[in-house]
């Protein structure tokens, strides 16, 4: 007793199902954007959960890939990792009824290069794919330019990639004051043709190959673009950075990478220009203020707090974009102005006035407060008379009786400040220090510096990190952070985290992922190069060595090599160092991961090229330095390998056998901090305790004893 | 476009392809998504996508206690409606499917219990209304405690149970007179093959209303419903819930489908010869009923464009019928004729010269977002200084509103009902400077108060808005008023 109609509707549909899909609509998210513009608060949560009205960040991100329709999200994750998976343990995007699939991979990938070429490795994606950074918050409509991008790839096999970029003015809020992309497109084929960051009215000129002016009739240079790093990707993409492991950041590594080889590859990226929608990525603290005010003046609509992104959220919209959740307990003679947000159990004393902020739940705000543009988060308590400005308060934070938080300033997690106390606007008070060698459980706590928090407080002051070589933008525009000389990109990528990297002894890569990447700004133009040129006497060498390696060529061929390469080059003796441990190491990491023993391998690499080591740790029998570095070269490496801590072991055991490295050698390489930087570093080398043990204790016997300890 | 289907954005068109894939919870979450996400908008819209969800649900339920399925609806649309309250046609959907479950067991009881009120015998509606229970009266005496025990199985009151205390007693008195006297399920839940009263402007003051305009003819007027009936007629035994149930959504689903033909029957009652008619916005509901009155008469209409929310699909609907090349929803191909093709002159003006125009206009069509209990409305965003300009002018203002968009919700406070949309369609995003100084709201509805309109269209024919409350009392059950009021 079907209706007519019903048939007809089902009718309908089942023609809509005729043209289904074949594959699923994949993504990748970093959750890390593998730098540091949110320190303090990254020392102790993951980024991609810093809430930004309200909502953890990650949740606009996942939202704007479910409206994409996205099917398979796979989520890239290094710093807090327990954090990031306890949390989505809980939410709804793991259940049954999410939208889509989410994967979480735990890596210890330093940069988007890194995780693409891990995923390339993994094999998980099957098609096309969106790439976006977990600190996305946009709603711009993706169906047009996934299609356009399809219909260009049926065309054309070598077009790999589609940025979406969001056409905006010159001047916008969310946009990078100190550095913007500039793209040189043709606009007849929105083909990207050039790629450059400038800094604005700064750089004079844009650096356009001679052959791009040849080949096109027409470029549009433009510089009002909104980037916020959503390309659409096809799985070529992943092979590319493969095929270029030196490429780190998606724009200056790849982009710039691809647009250079397109006369030897010619392959090809697109754009897609969109002029509605929001887009913007919450890449440091001044992109985190605008974005707040443009979400709670529902400029990203319909990614408003009213719409309660979370099940657990009650917020309404009340006049002139003031948004509450049920149970706030507001005094009576508190004055909550526009655009501010308040979240559910928080109380606010009488006399209070609140403008343009946006306070977490379960605070605690006394009497007579201020608070003018303040970023108050969760469970945060303020004493009366305070007057916090454009600042930031972390969760369970403390802030005193009548104190002064000035414009700019960052109170981390549970930081104390005492009564009456003025906070900076440069500072940013934290509990927990930088380097944490106990891992993110628990984290270090710092010694209280009474200067900043006061007498009875708790916290310190976050220096600014001298190999931080990127400016902080910080809460307010044009504050001190924007040294102006300092390499600041626009694509954060730049910088490894401050945690992996802090002190790993690997300078020459350091140097490399950071500074020596932004080829566009001019100041560094020099020193980049020379760097550039290190990096890729790097790669060279340790390519063309594990390549001989492979083939067996005798030491003597792979000396002449390096050597014709160091010369080339002009590269110094600690990079060749660091290039013969690496190679070896990865010859050897080849040989495990195919089958062969940690020993057997260790023992058909190392001893037929003991010249090689010989050379570059021998030059001087009295300086172990040489020595040291080059254990750490190779214990560095291996941290990342299989079997990482066995192939060490072995490899040391030949070294000492063969007296490439003597006893003191091995003792400073134990006893250097470098070695035991992070947990990593301390695993791996765990195992070959032992065998130092015995080599320092009994510089005779050595060979025979680990020999035991090996079994 | 075949290669785009891959990563296709949602929208109503998948989520109805994927209602028949994914399983009911994933469903829910959906919608609930879409609906948060706005990808499903409009009242039309939300309205289909919940009654084919609701169909889901009961169709995916294994039902033994009808209180079961009640509770389970009650839920499903809490978390609708609590993702978008603003799309009321949600609620209201969630509100007449419920009706049509307590209509099937009600049915069942009297069976069961007094064979002699049998669900076929549909009592004359104007005995029934006088001793309808007015909304306001029950609303607050309801609690979720009176409801518990009253629903199940024992309709019929019996005095002196244990721990009732007596405003639940009263409630199941009436909740047991109202089983009694309330008509077949079918005709209640339906009007979709029933031929709207013909009561225009002038033909509403003719004929006093001695009845309820919204009271539901005769069940047998309706051919469709015969089978149902006599089925239910021959076997006495225990109607199969479910089955009952489906059978009412799909008569929503089919009043979905055929409400702006509905209403477009009493087109040519209401537009007459040389008339200058105004509207406002791309409805579709508005664009049938003048092309129905177009094809008899001649006419003149003005279009305010309603900018800048929904300007575009104006001039779409103006220039071609507004005709989407995807097809959003299955409509047959007439309908986007646009009105100039059947000789009509459309003149499409800003919505500031609304005033201006309005001395020499006849009339003002208006289709609504959604109407509410006391007669006022929440329309487009313009609507406001559409009525006001007409009320000044004294020009009559005409609702053309599907029964599905009428909600029992009461506008306490009108600010909270008015969404704000994207302030970037009133100024440009690329304006950077002026959007970091200054705040723009851009908000997509205006309330309309009662007074200023003169008369709605339904599907079920014109009536008064202080009349409103008849027809939300006749569709909706007091006890679903407050979807949230009895925790899950």
């Known amino acids: ?711 | 476009m075949p290669a785009a289907t891959v990563g296709q954005t949602p929208s109503l068109t998948t989520f109805l392809k994927s209602l028949k894939t994914s399983s009911v919870e994933s469903s829910i979450e959906l919608l609930a998504s879409l609906l948060k996400r706005r990808q499903i908008k409009n009242s039309r819209q939300c309205a289909l996508a919940t009654a084919q969800l609701l169909r889901r649900v009961v169709g995916a339920e294994r039902i033994k206690d009808p209180q079961k399925l009640i509770d389970r609806i009650r839920d499903v649309g809490r978390r609708l409606v609590a993702a978008q309250p603003r799309e009321m046609a949600v609620g209201n959907i969630v509100r007449r499917v419920l009706g049509v479950v307590r209509e099937v067991v009600e049915e069942q009881l009297g069976d069961d219990g007094s064979g002699s009120s049998g669900p076929s015998t549909p009592t004359s509606p104007t005995s029934r209304a006088p001793k309808r229970p007015m909304i306001s009266h029950t609303f607050s005496s309801f609690t979720p405690l009176s409801h518990g025990a009253a629903m199940p199985y024992d309709m019929h009151p019996r005095p002196g149970t244990p721990g009732s205390s007596s405003p639940s007693g009263v409630d199941r008195l009436a909740d047991a007179t109202a089983a009694a006297r309330r008509p077949g399920l079918a005709t209640s839940a339906s009007y979709a093959s029933i031929a709207p009263t013909n009561a225009s402007l002038l033909s509403f003051l003719e004929h006093p209303l001695g009845r309820s305009p919204g009271a539901t003819p005769p069940a047998t007027s309706s051919p469709r419903m015969t089978p149902v009936q006599s089925s239910m007629e021959l076997n006495k035994e225990k109607i199969d819930i479910k089955a009952e149930v489906i059978d009412g959504i799909k008569d929503l689903l089919d009043e979905l489908e055929v409400v702006d033909s509905q209403i477009a029957e009493s087109a040519l009652d209401h537009i007459h010869s040389n008339e200058t008619i105004l509207t406002h916005t791309s409805s579709q509901t508005v664009q049938k009923f003048l092309a129905t009155a177009a094809r008899k008469r001649k006419f003149t209409v003005i279009h305010a464009e309603a900018y800048p929310n929904d300007h575009e699909a104006t001039h779409a609907t103006i220039l071609n019928g507004g005709k989407k090349s995807t097809g959003d929803d299955d409509e047959v191909d007439d309908r986007w004729k646009p009105l100039t093709a059947l000789g009509i002159t459309v003149i499409m003006i800003p919505d500031t010269a609304v005033f201006a125009l309005m001395s020499r206009i006849n009339k003002v069509i208006l289709a609504p977002h959604t109407v509410l209990a006391n007669g006022s409305l929440l329309a487009a965003a313009g609507a406001s200084t559409i009525a006001l300009a007409a009320q000044a002018h004294r020009v009559p203002v005409v609702v053309l509103s599907g029964v599905y968009k009428l909600s029992p919700v009461y506008p306490f406070d009108t600010q909270e009902l008015i969404e704000y949309g994207d302030p970037g369609k009133v100024v440009p995003f690329e304006e950077g400077e002026f959007m970091d100084k200054v705040d723009v709201v851009n908000p997509v509805y205006d309330w309309v108060d009662a007074e200023l309109v003169s008369l709605y269209v339904t599907n079920l024919g014109g009536c008064a808005p202080s009349f409103l409350y008849r027809i939300v009392a006749d569709h909706y059950r007091m006890e679903d008023v407050d979807l949230g009021a009895k925790s899950g």
């Open chain 1, 1 to 711: 007793m079907a209706p007519k109609s019903k048939k007809g509707a089902n009718a309908q549909k089942s023609k809509g199902g005729e043209e289904e899909r074949e594959e699923p609509l994949q993504a990748v998210v970093f959750a890390d954007a593998f730098e540091t513009t949110f320190a303090p608060f990254t020392l102790e949560r993951p980024r991609c959960l810093l809430p930004l009205a309200n909502t953890p960040l990650i949740e606009y991100t996942f939202d704007f890939l479910a409206s994409a329709g996205v099917e398979e999200t796979i989520l890239y994750c290094g710093n807090h990792i327990e954090q990031v998976e306890e949390y989505f343990k809980r939410s709804k995007w793991t259940r049954d009824t999410a939208p889509f699939s989410l994967e979480i991979i735990r890596s210890n990938a330093r940069s988007v290069g890194d995780a693409m070429r891990d995923l390339d490795q993994k094999q998980l994606i099957t098609g096309d794919f969106i790439c976006v950074y977990g600190d996305v918050v946009a709603n711009v409509p993706m169906e047009a330019a996934i299609a356009a991008h399809r219909t260009r790839r049926e065309k054309d096999k070598k077009s790999i990639m589609t940025m979406v970029l969001r056409e905006a003015g010159d001047f916008h809020r969310t946009k990078s004051q100190n550095i913007r992309p500039a793209f040189v497109i043709d606009p007849a084929s929105e083909r990207c043709v050039h790629y450059e960051q400038v800094r604005p009215r700064q750089t004079p000129r844009l650096d356009i190959a001679e052959e791009v002016l040849k080949d096109h009739v027409e470029v549009e240079v433009r510089e009002d673009l909104i980037d916020c790093g959503i390309d659409i990707c096809t799985p070529e993409v992943l092979a590319q950075y493969t095929d270029n492991f030196d490429w780190q950041a998606p724009r200056r590594g790849f982009l710039y990478g691809v647009l250079k080889d397109f006369e030897t590859m010619q392959l090809s990226v697109h754009t897609h220009i969109t002029s509605e929608g929001y887009a913007a990525r919450v890449k440091n603290l001044q992109a985190y203020d605008a974005v707040t005010r443009d979400v709670i003046s529902r400029w990203a609509y319909p990614l408003c707090p009213d719409v309660n992104m979370l099940s657990d959220q009650t917020y309404q919209l009340q006049k002139g974009n003031v948004y509450k959740e049920d149970g706030v307990v507001l005094a009576r003679s508190s004055v909550v102005n526009r655009k501010s947000m308040l979240g559910k159990a928080t109380s606010v004393g009488g006399g209070t006035v609140i403008t343009e902020s946006v306070i977490g739940r379960r605070c605690v705000i006394g009497k007579r407060v201020k608070l003018s543009g303040a970023y108050i988060w969760d469970d945060a308590r303020i004493g009366d008379d305070t007057v916090i400005e454009r600042a930031i308060v972390a969760n369970e934070a403390g802030v005193g009786k009548r104190c002064h938080i000035k414009p700019g300033a960052l109170i981390s997690y549970g930081v104390r400040v005492a009564d009456g106390t003025s906070v900076m606007g440069s500072s940013r008070v934290t509990k927990s220090k930088r380097r944490r060698s106990s891992g993110p459980n628990e984290p270090v706590k710092a010694t209280t510096d009474p200067k900043i928090v006061g007498e009875g407080g708790e916290g310190y002051e976050l220096a600014v990190d001298e190999d931080e070589d990127e400016t902080l933008e910080s809460l307010v525009p044009g504050d001190i952070y924007n040294t102006a000389d300092a390499a600041f990109s626009d694509d954060s990528i730049s910088t490894l985290d401050s945690e992996d990297e802090e002190d790993s002894l690997d300078e020459d890569a350091k140097r490399r992922s950071s500074r020596s990447e932004s080829f566009a700004s001019i100041n560094s133009d020099e020193s980049g190069d020379t760097r550039r040129r290190a990096a890729d006497f790097h790669h060279e060498a340790t390519a063309s060595i594990v390549d001989a390696l492979q083939k067996n060529e005798d030491a003597d061929t792979i000396q002449l090599e390096l050597q014709a390469l160091k010369l080339s080059s002009n590269a110094e003796d600690k990079q060749v160092r660091r290039t013969v441990a690496v190679s070896l190491m990865k010859r050897i990491a080849g040989l495990v991961e195919s089958g062969t023993s940690p020993k057997d391998a260790v023992s058909k690499v190392v001893p037929p090229n003991k010249l090689l080591i010989q050379r570059c740790v021998g030059t001087d029998k009295e300086e172990y330095s040489e020595q040291v570095e080059f254990l750490l070269y190779m214990q560095t490496d291996l941290v990342h390998r299989q079997q990482g801590d066995k192939i060490l072991l072995f490899a040391c055991n030949v070294l000492a056998h063969d007296d490439l490295v003597e006893a003191e050698g091995f003792e400073q390489w134990w006893e250097d901090p470098r070695s035991s930087a992070s947990e990593e570093l301390q695993d791996v080398r765990r195992e070959t305790k032992q065998l130092v043990d015995v080599l320092v204790g009994d510089d005779e016997d050595e060979d025979d004893e680990e020999d035991e300890d090996s079994e």
